[in-house]
C-alpha cells in the first residue's frame, strides 16, 4: 500500500515539476513517430450541412519532418498527391490527369486542404510546436474527462506559422493533446479553430486519438479526420519521398 | 465513331480477366459543356460532351499500364468563322473566293488520347506510348513546353498526350536526368529531348535542350492540289530553362526559352510569375510573359499571326502580356475568382470573372464569362465579342 501510494505520489511530483517546454517536447514525441503509414478518412461537414468525404494513404518519416499523402477516394481526386518535406517548408504536388507535379510556396500551407477545416500546416508540420512556438505552463485542468496540463504555445519571432498563438490541454496520463485552440495570425484573442480529439487507443504501445475533429470557428463548419488504419516505426525508404514516389 | 466505340468496348472485355482481378483501376468523367459567345450581332452556342474512359493497373511490381479513351460529340455551332473575329481591315485584305477556308471545325471524335507503359527499374523509369509531356513551371505559358500550349482560359485542363520514350534517371533525392524521343517520320523531323532536373535551397530548377520540326502555315497561300494551306517544316533548336521556389514569402517562377529557327527568325520566350494566399484564404497571382514571335504593334498584326494563334502554332499575338488571377473560397464549396489577362503590347485586355462549385464528391461545376475591352484589332477587341463557358463535370 504504502509503495502504491509512494508511486502515485512520485507521479503526481513528476507532473507538478514538468515545465511547459518539457511537455511540448514530450507531447512532439507522442504524436510524431519515428515512420508512420495510415489510412484515413476526411469528412468535412458544410455550412449547409452536407458531407464530403475523402480517403488518403499517408506515410511520415522522421518525427513528421517528411510527409507523403495520396488520395484514394473520392474518383475526383484520386491519384492526387503531397509530397511535403523538411517540416512542410518544401511542398510539391501531383495531378494525375496532367502528370505535372507543381512545387507550392510555404504560403500554401495556409490553404485548405480539399476544402476541410485542416490547413496544409495542420497536416504536416512536424516540429513546429516546438520549432516555431514558445511554451508556457498554465494552470491545470479537466478537459473532455482527461486531467490535462493546459499550455499555452506563443508564435516565435520570425516564424511563418499561421497561427499567433495555441492553447493545448494536454492528458496527463498519455501526452496526447486532447484539445487545441488556434488563435489569429494577426488577432491573438480571437480563437480561429479548436480541434478535439478522442477514441485514444494504444497502437504499437504508442497512444493515438483515432479521431480528430476541426471546428471551423470563424466559417461554422467542421471537418472530421478518423483513422482507419495505423502503423508505426515501419520501415520506409528516403526514396519514397521524392519527386519520382510523388508520381507514382 | 461507331467503329471506335466498338473498339474501345472490344479493348475493356479484353481487359475483364484483369479488371476481375482487380488489376486494373476503371475510372473517367462524364463532361458536359456549354459554350457561348455574342460577336458583333451574332449569338453562338457550342454544346459539348465528353466522356474519358481511363484505365490503369499495376500490370507487374515494376509494371503499370495506363490509357485513356475521350469520346466527344458536339451539337449547335460546330463550325467557327475565325473572319468573324478579325478586324475588317484583315478580313477585306482575303480574297473573295477564299474567305470560306477560315473556319474552324469541332467534330465528333473518339481518340486514344494516352497509353502507355511505365518499367520502373531501380535505375530509372522508362515510359513507352502516347503520354503526357508537362515541362516548365509557368501557369499559364510555358516557354520550354515545345508539345503544348494551354488555353489561358483554362490553363489547368489536361493536354493531348504524345508519342513518346522517355526515360526519366534519378540522380539522388533531389536530381533526375530526363531523355525523351518523339517519334516522326524520320529520325531528322523527331524530336529529341534532355532535361536535367536539380534543387537549391528551396528552388526547384530545370535545363532542357530540344530539337523539333516545327511547322509554320502559311494562311495567306492555299495549295488548291492538296487543297490546304502552304505549310514550311524547319528545324527548332530550343534551350531553356525554367525555376520554382520561394521569395519573401511569395512563390515565385520563372522560365525562359530561346529557340534557333532554321528558316524564320529565332525568338525567345519568358515567363515570370508570382503567387500568395492571404491568411484571409484569398490567392491572388499574376504571370507576365514576353513572346518575340509577337508583334509589339498592333497595326502591324496580320492576317498569318491571328490564324497561327488560333491554330495554336504561336502562343501569343502580342509581344508583351500579363495574367493576374484572384480566387477566394466564399464558401467550403465554392470559389470565386477573377482573371485579367493585359495585353501590354497593344493595351486591350479582359476580365474574366470564374466560378468554381462543388455538387458532392464527384461532381464539380465551372464555369467563366469573357468579357474584352480592347479596341478593334487588339488582342482583346471587343469586336472579338464576348464569351460564356459552363462545364459540369461528373467523376466516376
Redesign the interface.
Known amino acids: 500500500m504504502i509503495t502504491v501510494s509512494a508511486f502515485f505520489l512520485a507521479g503526481w511530483l513528476y507532473c507538478q515539476e514538468l515545465t511547459g517546454d518539457e511537455i511540448i517536447h514530450k507531447v512532439n514525441d507522442t504524436i510524431n513517430m519515428e515512420t508512420s503509414h495510415t489510412k484515413s478518412m476526411m469528412t ?1 461537414v ?3 450541412g ?1 458531407e ?2 475523402f480517403t488518403m494513404e499517408t506515410w511520415s518519416k522522421g518525427k513528421g519532418e517528411k510527409n507523403l499523402v495520396r488520395y484514394l477516394e ?3 481526386v ?1 491519384g492526387q498527391a503531397v509530397l511535403m518535406l523538411n517540416n512542410a ?2 511542398i510539391w504536388m501531383f ?1 494525375p ?4 507535379v ?7 500551407k ?3 486542404m480539399q ?2 477545416d485542416f490547413s496544409y500546416e495542420d497536416m504536416g508540420s512536424g516540429d513546429a510546436f516546438i520549432e516555431d512556438y514558445d511554451a508556457q505552463r498554465l494552470e491545470d485542468e479537466m478537459r473532455e474527462g482527461h486531467d490535462c496540463f493546459k499550455l499555452e504555445l506563443t508564435r516565435k519571432e520570425g516564424s ?1 506559422m ?1 497561427y499567433s498563438r495555441l492553447i493545448l490541454w494536454v492528458i496527463k496520463d498519455n501526452f496526447v493533446p486532447v484539445i487545441i485552440d488556434y488563435y ?3 488577432d491573438p484573442s480571437r480563437l480561429e479553430k479548436q480541434l478535439v480529439q478522442s477514441d485514444i487507443r494504444i497502437i504499437d504501445g504508442i497512444p493515438v486519438a483515432m479521431k480528430a475533429v476541426m471546428f471551423n470557428k470563424n ?1 461554422n ?1 467542421q471537418t472530421a479526420m478518423e483513422f482507419l488504419e495505423v502503423k508505426f516505426n515501419v520501415e520506409l525508404a ?2 519514397l ?4 514516389a510523388l508520381k ?1 | 465513331m461507331i467503329k471506335g466505340v466498338l473498339c474501345a468496348i472490344l479493348v475493356i472485355l479484353c481487359l475483364s480477366p484483369l479488371l476481375a482481378q482487380e488489376k486494373i483501376d476503371l ?1 473517367g ?1 462524364y463532361e458536359a459543356q456549354y459554350m457561348g459567345a455574342k460577336v458583333k450581332s451574332n449569338t453562338y452556342q457550342l454544346f459539348t460532351n465528353k466522356l474519358r474512359l481511363d484505365l490503369k493497373g499495376q500490370i507487374a511490381d515494376n509494371i503499370t499500364l495506363a490509357a485513356n479513351i475521350n469520346v466527344l460529340t458536339y451539337h449547335g455551332k460546330t463550325n467557327w468563322d475565325v473572319l468573324e473575329f478579325l478586324s475588317d481591315d484583315i478580313v477585306s485584305s482575303i480574297p473573295e473566293e477564299l474567305r470560306s477556308l477560315y473556319v474552324i471545325p469541332f467534330e465528333n471524335d473518339i481518340v486514344l488520347d494516352n497509353a502507355y507503359v511505365r518499367f ?1 527499374f531501380k535505375p530509372f ?1 522508362l515510359t513507352v506510348g502516347k ?4 515541362l516548365g ?1 509557368g501557369y499559364v505559358w510555358n516557354p520550354t513546353d515545345v508539345f503544348n500550349i494551354k488555353d489561358p482560359l483554362d490553363p ?1 485542363y ?2 493531348p498526350g504524345h508519342n513518346a520514350l522517355r526515360g ?1 534517371v ?1 540522380l539522388g ?2 536530381h ?1 536526368a530526363t531523355v525523351l524521343y518523339s517519334p516522326e517520320d524520320n529520325w531528322r523531323y523527331s524530336t529529341k529531348l534532355l532535361q536535367f ?1 536539380g534543387r537549391m535551397a ?1 528552388f ?1 530548377y530545370y535545363l532542357i535542350g530540344v530539337v523539333r520540326d516545327w511547322v509554320f502555315t502559311d494562311f495567306t497561300r492555299f495549295d488548291a492540289e492538296s487543297m490546304s494551306f502552304e505549310a514550311t517544316r524547319e528545324r527548332r533548336q530550343m534551350l531553356g530553362a525554367s525555376t ?3 521569395l519573401l ?5 520563372a522560365e525562359y526559352a530561346y529557340n534557333w529557327m532554321e528558316l524564320s527568325d529565332d525568338f525567345y520566350e519568358l515567363v515570370a510569375g508570382a ?5 484571409f ?1 484569398t ?1 491572388v497571382m499574376v504571370e507576365y510573359y514576353r513572346n518575340t514571335l509577337g508583334k509589339s504593334d498592333y497595326r502591324e498584326y496580320d492576317l498569318n499571326d491571328w490564324m497561327r494563334y488560333y491554330a495554336a502554332e504561336q502562343k501569343a499575338i502580342s509581344r508583351d502580356q500579363l495574367y493576374a488571377f484572384a480566387q477566394h ?1 466564399v ?3 465554392l470559389n470565386l475568382g477573377l482573371i485579367n489577362i493585359t495585353s501590354f503590347s497593344d493595351g486591350s485586355f479582359a476580365f474574366v470573372p470564374t466560378l468554381f462549385y ?1 455538387l ?3 461532381v ?1 461545376i465551372y464555369g467563366y464569362l469573357n468579357i474584352n475591352f480592347g479596341k478593334e484589332g487588339k488582342a482583346y477587341s471587343k469586336s472579338q465579342g464576348n464569351g460564356a463557358l459552363i462545364r459540369v463535370r461528373v ?2
Not at chain 1, 97 to 100: D, G, K
Not at chain 1, 102 to 108: D, G, I, P, S, Y
Not at chain 2, 275 to 279: A, K, R, S
Open positions: 468535412i458544410t455550412t449547409s452536407s464530403r468525404t473520392p474518383s475526383r484520386k517548408d518544401d495531378f490527369r496532367t502528370q505535372r507543381r512545387k507550392l510556396a510555404t504560403h500554401a495556409k490553404q485548405k476544402g476541410s511563418d499561421s489569429d495570425d494577426g466559417d463548419t528516403d526514396s519521398f521524392t519527386e519520382r507514382k | 475510372f468523367y520502373r523509369d503520354q503526357q509531356v508537362s513551371t489547368t489536361e493536354q526519366d534519378p533525392s533531389f533526375t532536373k528551396h526547384d520554382a521556389g520561394e514569402g511569395l512563390g515565385v517562377w503567387d500568395y494566399t492571404f491568411d484564404q490567392f473560397p464558401t467550403d464549396l462543388s458532392s464528391d464527384n464539380e467523376y466516376f
